[in-house]
């Protein structure tokens, strides 16, 4: 459906039935997020010479203690949830009607305003005539980490091991191993800092009526100081705990709302992946999500 005809359904419905804007009653309800990220995986890359060959393996962790608030109380959800895209919510039935016969005017303005004023007769004789105009302002809560403040706490630890075979001229092929281990404690510094801005975008959406919840996980950004040993060839100091992905989202997670606590465990296959020698081995990961929700 067009912006413009949403726009303008919106618009007469406000006019006609003063809504009035979504306001936030009291203090804002505030929870913790609690996330374990675990991922695996291996991969090997054979060469060209059919003689060299290099593989790498993986297992890392990381724990997240995220402190959310929910700072508005109504509107739709701000991730993919139960069907509906936040860019494009659906609308009540009242302004639904009233935006598919706009709709069917197409470009032709004058049918346009013709038909916003037939409506505007309508709904003036019966403010009910064509279904509800109101906004179920109950049904979804949206919950963003507090970025006023250290958003999260948490621990991240590295296992990578590599085996390979190699030549260096003169000498002939030779087998090789090295292990890349490295662990942190993670810390949003606050407001303007790198580490704020990599953890503190994490969202959680939930939809009541349906029982669903849709979450956004920090994961471009997080950096692990590490140790090589063995027969390392690199230098690295420190590594991204995941590459190839900007956050990790899950859609359409069992949630009940109602309670104080619950939580929830998934696997993703197709999201993100660990190099080595600047892309030399690339390994995709089965990630393993695992998350508890409390409020306060």
């Not at 459906?1 to 309800?29: C, H, N």
């Not at 996330?35 to 790498?56: C, M, Q, Y």
Request: one cysteine or more.
């Amino acid at each position: 459906m067009p912006q413009t005809i949403r726009i303008a359904a919106l618009s007469l419905s406000l006019l006609l039935l003063g809504a009035g804007e979504v306001s936030v009653a009291g203090q804002p309800a505030t929870g913790r997020l609690h996330v374990k990220v675990e991922l695996e995986g291996s991969a090997r890359e054979d060469f060209p010479n059919g003689i060299e060959w290099a593989a790498l393996s993986t297992k890392r962790s990381m724990s997240l203690d995220l402190a959310m608030w929910m700072p508005e109380v109504g509107g739709g959800p701000l991730l993919t949830l139960g069907g509906v895209d936040p860019r494009n919510p659906s609308l009540p039935p009242g302004m639904a009607a009233i935006a598919s016969a706009v709709e069917a005017c197409g470009e032709d303005q004058a049918c346009i305003a013709k038909t916003m004023m037939g409506i505007g007769k309508q709904l003036a004789a019966d403010e009910n005539a064509l279904g509800s105009m109101e906004v179920d302002n109950t049904r979804y809560e949206n919950w963003v980490a507090d970025a006023n403040g250290p958003c999260a706490t948490g621990h991240a630890s590295v296992v990578d091991l590599g085996d390979g075979n190699a030549i260096s001229p003169p000498s002939p092929a030779r087998r090789y191993h090295f292990e890349r281990r490295g662990e942190a404690s993670i810390l949003s510094e606050g407001p303007g800092t790198e580490s704020q801005d990599s953890l503190c975008p994490s969202m959680l959406s939930i939809d009541t009526k349906l029982g669903v919840a849709s979450l956004r996980l920090p994961a471009a950004g997080i950096l692990i100081p590490v140790a090589l040993s063995g027969d390392a060839f690199t230098s690295e100091k420190r590594v991204q705990f995941i590459e190839g992905v900007h956050r990790i989202e899950l859609f359409d997670q069992p949630a009940v709302a109602g309670t104080k606590t619950w939580g929830g465990e998934t696997v993703l296959t197709d999201v993100g992946s660990v190099s080595h020698n600047s892309g030399q081995v690339v390994v995709p990961v089965r990630t393993r999500i695992t998350w508890e929700f409390v409020r306060d």
